[in-house]
């Protein structure tokens, strides 16, 4: 079966008829050509795809396109600014080692933003609790957890 | 210092690509015409393949082609080759049982690959994979490591009793002789437990056939694509090299599961030429539990021999691995070359025994993880020489002291010489960090709260930069262990270096650079690392085994020097001296004794403009390459101390603090060692805490296939660890390096498990050390 979803992704307007059991992430990786959203488990398990939707943070591999009908969303590609400059965060993970293979690193950067309001001032504690959903396998967290601070202090 | 050079924390150069989703893995690539694959695994994990219909799924809308071991009989396509010849102690050959890249007449593993369909899309490949009938006579399975040899049923036919071999090493009698002498004998039996690697990438392969150059290309999500094709053309398909490109993309991961030459990969290859269309495999993560080789499974007994004082008189150690259902391409080498040759650690143990016997088993193949046998020994070795400590009621740091080896190089009695190490200073400098003085305070704490708290050590060495090529190959190994680096200097001076070492992570773009910018006295933006593509890089033997910076970036400062070698000649002819009174400082050709110069730049345009140049003696153009072959292998060493809190209500443990203070010799960028050594850390802890790879005993279901059941190290489950190095330089690479990639990994589990038996006075209990066993632990230590 094939529906209709419309819905912006980066800013930009989408439309396309696809079929109904294609999960968002196939979506975006397949359909839209980003391959910056990355799949490791498709489980929702490592949150290697995790993308924002209306500025929360979602497994794009457990959710159906038809989920994100009329949603901004908005993915790894959409964070930087046009000219390539990093955000915040992304910067924040640079400076800090966040990342090595560089796998689950956009769903990592997409889960941190998120965090921006919902954490003031955490303790590193309260970053590796909020950041449990996503399973790096290189860096052993713990820059990762210095970046999520440096990046949420400077996008304050 | 040079700010961008040897010694610096320089940021990443890779790293924007990788934050702004612009990384370009093996899934992102998408070739025109494109096909996608599926395999039919077994699901059983032993069993007559009786018939494979393909008819229904060949009907399936958009299913292209459907093939299995039949088709590969047909084509008379030989099987994956192993890498490495073991021989048992009777001087036979290890048995080498066929390993067809689909099978044939049987499947012996839970996932074992029995057809592949090849649709227009995936899920016209997935919905034709389910139309493949396949009949299958199921026959009993062997599951368990340490009970194999005895079992009435065989793997395969060549190995009735399932031993693949029985090796051999050290001295035998002259251990018996310690027993016989001995004070005390303290003994162990272990398990290493086996693990799934768990890149974040799963694997993927993308094959393309050219009919009009008859040419393959490749890519694959791979640590060295050089071996790829000289496996997969050489030994499999018979294709020749030149007609073959593999390109290893970014790579998300490998952590030795991507060293292998794999049956999906090869499948492709072949398929692609029947197909004439480009086809892809993306492996999703309960295949990749499945297929991708696993690491450890030892079942182990150890008998350590001291005289009164503590002193290591002899070391006796029996282990059965397992090498699962085929031998992947270094499974032979991991419990015997890399694991037997590491059991006298940081001791001087004067006589020491191993006999590993290796046995078939109807689970997924077992190889190379982070570490490869090295964190096997480490866990015997540190294990035992706790063990050792309580039975003689000694401090466990001091009968480690009372047994080091001080006088280097140090040759030991299981055949590798180490060239030099400080493992007084590594010990006392992880004491000092991890604050042992103040432990009988927090144990009192602890205690207070109703908690036990327990404190304990890992002294570890371990061998890198494999290897010695002609070593490595009189001890068995099937290829050269060497690294290849060419620098290309551009007409402006701007560098491109080729290296055959493969970066998955480890950050090889801006390291690498960091040495070419130092030896050229070159900012680093001048400077561009290429590698995994064996259309561009001239040869390679890729990276694992901690090898890339001790061999490969030797490889790279050797191409220097002969650029240098060529510059000075040119700079003698521009400045009108000498060669032999030329030095290059800073970047800069320069008259000894005389503030004549000329810049490196000008030396590189002279040698693509050659109008003044010494074209009668000297070819213009400035690039050269180089091969390095290790005179020895590396041996980065130190000592890990960890301190858990363990809650005696619940057993749950909780890491209180790790301390980690290592000798990788010299360091070229200290964020990325650390960054290293963080991540070996945690995976070493997910072993020790929490990763066990369980097969059901009489089905051979591999229960732990998702996230939902492998219970993968999560960002809370770790404090931040304290990590401190200490030097002492290689003394036989140009760089005084010895790698960092493993130590993590290797030092970490038995200083884990040292403390959890120590805060709970047992022992021994076996990794993971999950609340249930620990809780079982204590009550058994209760009723004791």
């Known amino acids: 079966m094939s529906v209709n979803v419309t819905m912006k992704v980066n800013g930009q307007s989408v439309s396309a008829t696809i079929e109904a059991s294609m999960t968002l992430v196939e979506f975006i990786r397949e359909h839209l050509r980003l391959t910056g959203t990355h799949v490791g488990c498709n489980t929702s398990q490592c949150g290697a795809c995790t993308v924002h939707i209306n500025g929360r943070a979602v497994k794009s591999c457990s959710l159906l396109v038809a989920q994100a009908q009329g949603a901004e969303v908005l993915t790894i590609e959409g964070l930087a600014a046009a000219n390539g400059d990093m955000h915040p965060m992304q910067a924040a993970f640079k400076e800090h080692h966040g990342l090595q293979c560089g796998f689950c690193t956009p769903g990592m950067v997409m889960s941190a933003c998120e965090l921006k309001g919902k954490l003031v001032d955490p303790t590193d504690e309260q970053i590796r609790a909020s950041i449990d959903g996503n399973i790096c396998r290189c860096t052993g967290y713990q820059n990762i957890v210095t970046s999520v601070k440096a990046g949420l202090a400077a996008m304050a | 210092m040079k700010a961008d050079g040897i010694g610096a924390s320089v940021k990443r150069k ?336 004067p006589a020491i025994y191993v006999e590993v016997t290796a046995v078939f088993t109807n689970t997924s193949p077992v190889d190379a993880y982070r570490g490869a046998g090295r964190p096997e020994a480490t866990y015997v070795v540190e294990r035992m020489v706790e063990t050792a400590a309580r039975d003689m009621k000694m401090d466990p740091a001091e009968i480690r002291r009372r047994n080091f080896i001080r006088s280097f190089p140090y040759a030991t009695p299981v055949g590798l010489t180490y060239d030099v190490g400080d493992f007084d200073a590594t010990l006392d400098g992880a004491i000092k960090l991890a604050d042992v003085e103040g432990f009988a305070a927090r144990k009192a704490a602890s205690e207070a709260r109703g908690m036990k708290r327990g404190i304990g050590y890992s002294s570890y060495i371990e061998a890198c930069g494999l290897a010695p090529s002609n070593v490595a190959g009189a001890l068995g190994a099937r290829a050269g262990l ?68 001790a061999v490969g970036g030797s490889a790279i400062v050797k191409a220097v020097d002969k650029v240098i070698a060529k510059g000075k000649k040119i700079a003698a002819h521009l400045l009108e001296a000498s060669d032999t009174d030329i030095e290059f400082v800073n970047g800069e050709f320069k008259v000894k004794g005389t503030d004549k110069s000329v810049p490196f730049a000008s030396v590189s345009l002279a040698a693509y403009v050659p109008h003044n140049y010494p074209l009668d003696k000297l070819e213009p153009g400035l690039n050269e390459n180089a091969f390095y072959d290790p005179t020895n292998f590396t041996y980065p060493a130190g000592c890990h101390i960890c301190e858990v809190e363990v809650d005696p209500q619940t057993g749950k443990v909780e890491v209180c603090s790790f301390t980690a203070m290592d000798d990788f010799g010299n360091i070229i960028n200290p964020m990325i060692v650390e960054g290293q050594v963080h991540g070996g850390v945690a995976q070493g802890l997910g072993q020790a805490m929490l990763e066990d790879c369980i097969y059901d005993p009489e089905s051979g279901q591999l229960l732990t296939a998702t996230y939902m059941d492998y219970a993968m190290p999560r960002a809370d489950d770790f404090p931040n660890f304290k990590v401190g190095t200490s030097v002492t330089a290689c003394t036989h690479n140009p760089l005084g390096v010895k790698g960092c990639g493993e130590a993590g990994a290797i030092g970490s589990p038995p200083a884990f498990i040292n403390a959890v038996t120590d805060a709970i006075g047992v022992k021994h209990i076996d990794m993971p050390a999950t609340p249930e066993r620990v809780w079982r632990a204590m009550q058994t230590a209760v009723s004791a």
């Open chain 2, 14 to 349: 890779e790293d924007h690509r990788f934050l702004t989703g612009n990384g370009q893995y093996t899934d992102d690539i998408i070739l025109p015409r494109q096909t996608y694959a599926v395999f039919v695994r077994s699901p059983h994990a032993h069993a007559t393949i009786i018939s494979v219909d393909a008819t229904a799924a060949l009907a399936m809308p958009g299913v292209v082609a459907v093939f299995s071991g039949k088709d590969i009989e047909d084509s008379k396509i030989g099987g994956l080759p192993c890498g490495w010849g073991i021989t048992s102690k009777d001087g036979t050959p290890a048995i080498e049982p066929p390993h067809p890249i689909l099978c044939i007449g049987k499947a012996r593993y839970v996932g074992d690959h029995v057809a592949v369909v090849i649709a227009e899309t995936i899920e016209q490949a997935r919905k034709g994979a389910e139309a493949v009938e396949v009949d299958y006579g199921i026959l009993p399975a062997v599951v368990a490591t340490g009970t194999a040899a005895a079992s009435k049923t065989s793997v395969h036919d060549q190995a009735p009793n399932n031993v693949c071999y029985t090796w051999g090493h050290g001295d035998e009698a002259g251990v018996k002789a310690a027993f016989a002498n001995a004070h005390h004998i303290s003994e162990l039996s272990l398990t290493n437990q086996r693990l799934a690697p768990n890149a974040m990438e799963p694997r993927a392969a993308n094959a393309a056939y050219d009919r009009s150059s008859e040419s393959y290309t490749l890519y694959v999500s791979n640590q060295n694509p050089h071996v790829e094709r000289l496996l997969m053309c050489a030994f499999v398909l018979g294709i020749p090299e030149h007609k073959m490109r593999v390109v290893a993309p970014d790579v998300g991961g490998g952590f030795g599961s991507k060293i292998f030459l794999y049956a999906e990969e090869t499948v492709l290859v072949w398929a692609s030429k029947r197909v004439n269309r480009p086809i892809k495999w993306t492996a999703d993560r309960t295949e990749a539990f499945l297929s991708d080789a696993h690491g450890r499974d030892h079942v182990t007994k150890a008998q350590l021999a001291m005289d009164k004082d503590g002193k290591f008189l002899g070391f006796r150690v029996d282990t059965t691995a397992a090498m699962g259902a085929y031998l992947s391409t270094f499974s032979t080498a991991v419990p015997t070359i890399l694991y037997g040759t590491l059991l006298a650690g940081q001791y001087t143990t």
């Open chain 2, 482 to 549: 060497f690294e290849s680096g060419e620098v290309r200097v551009h007409p402006t001076g701007k560098v491109e270096v080729f290296t055959g070492s493969h970066s998955h992570g480890q950050g090889h773009e801006t390291t690498f650079a960091q040495v070419v910018a130092d030896k050229l006295g070159i900012p680093i933006d001048d400077i561009s690392i290429s590698h995994g593509d064996t259309g561009k890089v001239l040869f390679g033997m890729g990276t694992y085994g901690s090898r890339s910076l």
